[in-house]
């Protein structure tokens, strides 16, 4: 498996705020927040981008998914948050290491994040 930040926090080697972990992923806060709730939901299987994804990671996907609604809930934001997937560097993205962005915390202003 390769190395990336994720499982260099997963590891413990770089400290983190973890909010919920199981066998198959793990929350943290984003250490730069865009929104005053702003999580990042990480597989523990390194996956680069979403379009790296392969049809047995299916299962994992589903599972993600299902959990941002869990995590955001137990925060609180249940009702109203955002999810958001950077995929490609020309997208956003920096780690290379998908994750899903849960973001909320706040109203949504004409379905952007009122800052
Ligand atoms: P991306 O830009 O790849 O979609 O998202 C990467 C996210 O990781 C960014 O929102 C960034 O703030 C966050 N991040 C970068 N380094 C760290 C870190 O060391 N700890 C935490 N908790 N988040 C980080």
């Known amino acids: ?7 260099k926090i ?5 400290p983190s705020d973890i909010l919920y972990e199981d066998e198959h ?5 984003d250490i730069n927040p865009q929104a005053p709730v702003h999580v990042l939901l990480i597989p ?3 996956i680069p ?5 392969q049809l047995e990671d299916q299962a994992l996907l589903g ?3 299902q959990t941002a609604g869990k995590v955001a809930t137990q925060l609180g934001i249940g009702d109203t948050f955002r999810l ?20 909320g915390g706040q109203g949504f202003d004409e379905g952007r994040l009122a800052r």
Do not use: K, P, W, Y
């Not at 992923?25 to 806060?29: M, P, T």
């Not at 981008?49 to 994804?53: G, S, T």
């Open 1 to 7: 498996m390769s190395e990336t930040l994720f499982t």
């Open 25 to 29: 992923c793990i929350a943290i806060r």
């Open 10 to 14: 997963m590891a413990g080697e770089i």
């Open 63 to 65: 599972h993600l998914l």
């Open 84 to 103: 958001v997937v950077n995929n490609g560097e020309g997208a956003g993205q920096t780690v290379f290491h998908l994750h899903l962005h849960i973001m």
């Open 49 to 53: 981008r979403l379009v790296d994804a």
């Open 44 to 46: 523990r299987q390194v």
